[in-house]
Nanobody, 121 residues
């Protein structure tokens, strides 16, 4: 059983910062791409940032220059540092990972349960 558990969400004022963490646990042989997505009320889920195993990253245009994704492969954890937060960043943020459970199996998509980020004064 593989789990992704997020932490670090909360309420922050505009211009503030938050750091989200997502730790993978369970029967894990290897982890591929890890990413953060978000979904605001009434909107579709969108990719925020993605990080490959070798550290190659991509970002949504709306967060470029403000958010930084990183990962610690030894800790099986992905982070997103969010600076200069805006009210439009308010959403439920979910982490995603491609995980291989055994040496002979393929990769499976896994999602965290989501953590609320609210940017408001």
């Amino acid at each position: 059983q593989v789990q992704l558990v997020e932490s670090g969400g909360g309420l922050v004022q505009p211009g503030g910062s938050l750091r989200l963490s997502c730790a993978a646990s369970g029967s894990i042989f290897s982890i591929g791409t890890m990413a953060w997505y978000r979904q605001a009320p009434g909107k579709e889920r969108e990719l925020v940032a993605r990080c490959t195993t070798v550290g190659s990253t991509i970002y949504a245009d709306s967060v470029k220059g403000r958010f930084t994704i990183s990962r610690d492969n030894a800790k099986k954890t992905v982070y997103v540092q969010m600076n200069s937060l805006k009210p439009e960043d308010t959403a439920v943020y979910s982490c995603y990972a491609l995980i291989r459970g055994g040496s002979s199996g393929g990769y499976t998509n896994y999602w965290g349960q989501g953590t609320q980020v609210t940017v408001s004064s």
